[in-house]
């Protein structure tokens, strides 16, 4: 087995790597002058099972387009089965119509992702229960709650998801903690602008420390309403455990700022040092992926 890295993530794919006993296989990839990149595979692969590590965090298209050709190269050097590691999954977030004329920009991604012949994905907490339904090869989708769930204190604590789209996975985590007491945020974003405002609570935290699970934290305006809300509704302490660090626009300062105690996040994204701040903790995947590929 060989096991190589798209540009996205390079720090993960080492770890992968290392928990395989293997080095992270050889790969050119030249960015042309205009933008355009060339990828070139070093290593023999003839006959080989190839992983390759590639989460299509921001920038999306560049490090889907990526993806794409490091799988075509792999195919054309007679690589074997191929599995796409993709920790975050970019664009699962446009998995259905929200308002006339959209384009389903998930749909269009996985059909380009399945005519490139790779043999199975590996993925994490994906944004929907629904988004598995549209692959037609296999899908294997992990979740980082019970990594999360080590890390919980259940005294006097209470369990928050920041929107009603996030109950399914509250409950989940709820029940791996032995039915942990959940709160629910009603959040309300505006379509076109993406604009969110937490606008009431469904549960009790007065007095208690709120743990709010999500899947991802873009700009972190999310976890920011919600940990606002909670304090007023009576909360103690806030503490934060999302997945995917996406991390956009100013989320650094954002979250620095905020009145959260402590930012959990995975590496499905890897947090360059510019993205990185005083409180934040980050959890690998690295094992859990590992152990799904041997
Ligand atoms: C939304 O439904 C998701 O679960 C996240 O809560 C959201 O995408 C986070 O985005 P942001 O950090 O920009 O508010």
Same mark, same amino acid.
């Given at each position: 087995?060989?096991?190589?890295?798209?540009?996205?993530?390079?720090?993960?794919?080492?770890?992968?790597?290392?928990?395989?006993?293997?080095?992270?296989?050889?790969?050119?990839?030249?960015?042309?002058?205009?933008?355009?990149?060339?990828?070139?595979?070093?290593?023999?692969?003839?006959?080989?099972?190839?992983?390759?590590?590639?989460?299509?965090?921001?920038?999306?298209?560049?490090?889907?387009?990526?993806?794409?050709?490091?799988?075509?190269?792999?195919?054309?050097?007679?690589?074997?089965?191929?599995?796409?590691?993709?920790?975050?999954?970019?664009?699962?977030?446009?998995?259905?119509?929200?308002?006339?004329?959209?384009?389903?920009?998930?749909?269009?991604?996985?059909?380009?992702?399945?005519?490139?012949?790779?043999?199975?994905?590996?993925?994490?907490?994906?944004?929907?229960?629904?988004?598995?339904?549209?692959?037609?090869?296999?899908?294997?989708?992990?979740?980082?709650?019970?990594?999360?769930?080590?890390?919980?204190?259940?005294?006097?604590?209470?369990?928050?998801?920041? %929107?009603?789209?996030?109950?399914?996975?509250?409950?989940?985590?709820?029940?791996?903690?032995?039915?942990?007491?959940?709160?629910?945020?009603?959040? %309300?974003?505006?379509?076109?602008?993406?604009?969110?405002?937490?606008?009431?609570?469904?549960?009790?935290?007065?007095?208690?420390?709120?743990?709010?699970?999500?899947?991802?934290?873009?700009?972190?305006?999310?976890?920011?309403?919600?940990?606002?809300?909670?304090?007023?509704?009576?909360?103690?302490?806030?503490?934060?455990?999302?997945?995917?660090?996406?991390?956009?626009?100013?989320?650094?300062?954002?979250?620095?700022?905020?009145?959260?105690?402590?930012?959990?996040?995975?590496?499905?994204?890897?947090?360059?040092?510019?993205?990185?701040?005083?409180?934040?903790?980050?959890?690998?995947?690295?094992?859990?992926?590992?152990?799904?590929?041997?």
């Amino acid at each position: 087995m060989k096991v190589f890295s798209g540009s996205s993530n390079r720090p993960l794919a080492e770890k992968i790597a290392d928990k395989l006993n293997l080095k992270v296989s050889g790969l050119e990839i030249h960015v042309f002058a205009d933008g355009e990149k060339r990828v070139r595979v070093i290593d023999r692969v003839v006959g080989e099972d190839c992983v390759v590590v590639q989460p299509t965090s921001p920038p999306a298209d560049s490090n889907y387009m990526e993806l794409f050709f490091i799988i075509d190269a792999l195919k054309r050097s007679g690589a074997g089965k191929i599995t796409a590691v993709i920790p975050y999954l970019g664009y699962q977030r446009q998995d259905h119509i929200f308002r006339d004329g959209e384009a389903v920009s998930l749909e269009v991604v996985v059909e380009t992702l399945q005519s490139t012949g790779v043999s199975k994905i590996i993925t994490f907490d994906l944004h929907s229960i629904k988004i598995p339904e549209l692959f037609k090869i296999q899908l294997v989708h992990l979740s980082a709650l019970s990594l999360f769930a080590k890390k919980i204190e259940k005294d006097d604590s209470i369990l928050v998801s920041p %929107d009603m789209g996030g109950i399914r996975r509250i409950k989940e985590a709820s029940a791996l903690k032995g039915n942990m007491p959940f709160a629910v945020v009603d959040k %309300d974003r505006d379509l076109a602008t993406g604009e969110v405002e937490a606008v009431d609570l469904e549960g009790n935290v007065k007095g208690k420390t709120a743990i709010i699970i999500d899947d991802m934290i873009s700009t972190g305006n999310t976890i920011v309403e919600a940990s606002k809300l909670l304090l007023e509704r009576g909360a103690a302490k806030v503490f934060v455990f999302a997945t995917h660090p996406v991390f956009s626009e100013s989320a650094k300062t954002t979250l620095q700022n905020s009145p959260v105690e402590k930012v959990f996040v995975t590496d499905t994204i890897n947090v360059p040092p510019e993205k990185f701040f005083k409180k934040l903790e980050v959890i690998s995947v690295a094992d859990l992926i590992a152990k799904n590929i041997r």
